[in-house]
């Protein structure tokens, strides 16, 4: 595949794998989260397979899968398309890379291995390297965590904060809000499927669904900062589809 038509600029999604209530990929909604990305947020470009999107709890195969409905759903709706083929084996890594680039993804992102590591820079360049190779017309993305790798790179950021809407101010609110009553992957689904509509279902093991605590007081939060569309998603209607 040839380089992306355009430089990848503006938001990208990193997107929620949706899943059924026994723990399988909920495929059947992803073209709605497209156009819900694309029609009601304005997103056009999209991070798959990444944390969010619990990306190492899936099969290699299921990865695989994944991808391609992104890719397929997203046609000529999406910019772009980014996968991140981070895995902890170098071989999984390249097979999913080279996948990636069979499928038409704009491009691959990748996180360094974290249980037998990368400990000096230059082995962790050498490591993505090789995975870049795997798919050489493909823009390569480093997925920086250095918590779990335990590498520090240097990374500039420039511009300010100046531009802030009130949208953006209610939304930190938000997020200030929920971080304080326990905030990660799985919230995010019980949120996302609150705002979206769209029923995400519960995360896969290890991971345990959020309380219906949290969906409550998220729910509450949401209505009284004005971003809740969907109020009738309560009592059984947050599960996923099966």
């Not at 026994?22 to 798959?48: A, H, P, R, T």
């Not at 890379?97 to 082995?123: M, N, S, Y």
């Not at 500039?156 to 609110?173: K, T, V």
């Amino acid at each position: 595949m040839a380089f992306p038509k355009k430089k990848l600029q503006g938001l990208v999604a990193a997107t929620i794998t949706p899943m059924t209530e026994n723990g399988e990929i909920n495929f059947s909604v992803i073209g709605q989260y497209v156009d819900y990305l694309v029609k009601e947020q304005g997103v056009k470009n999209i991070f798959v397979n990444g944390t969010t999107g619990e990306g190492l709890s899936l099969s290699v195969s299921e990865r695989r899968q994944v991808a391609e409905e992104w890719v397929t759903k997203g046609k000529d709706k999406l910019d772009q398309v980014i996968i991140h083929v981070g895995a902890l084996s170098l071989k999984e890594s390249q097979e999913l890379a080279q996948h990636a680039a069979e499928i038409g993804a704009d491009g691959i992102a990748v996180i360094a291995p974290f249980f037998l590591k990368p400990w000096t820079k230059d082995i962790l360049i050498n490591f993505l390297k090789e995975v870049a190779a795997a798919a050489p017309a493909l823009p390569f993305y480093y997925y920086h965590i250095p918590a779990l790798t335990g590498v520090k790179t240097t990374v500039e950021c420039s511009g300010d904060g100046s531009n802030w809407s009130s949208g953006q101010f209610c939304i930190q609110r938000f997020i200030n809000f929920v971080v304080k009553l326990g905030f990660g992957v799985s919230q995010t689904k019980a949120i996302m499927t609150l705002v979206s509509g769209i029923p995400m279902g519960p995360p896969r093991l290890p991971l345990q669904k959020a309380s219906r605590e949290f969906t409550d007081s998220a729910e509450a939060k949401l209505k009284s900062l004005d971003f809740l569309s969907f109020t009738d998603l309560k009592d059984g209607n947050l599960e996923a589809g099966s």
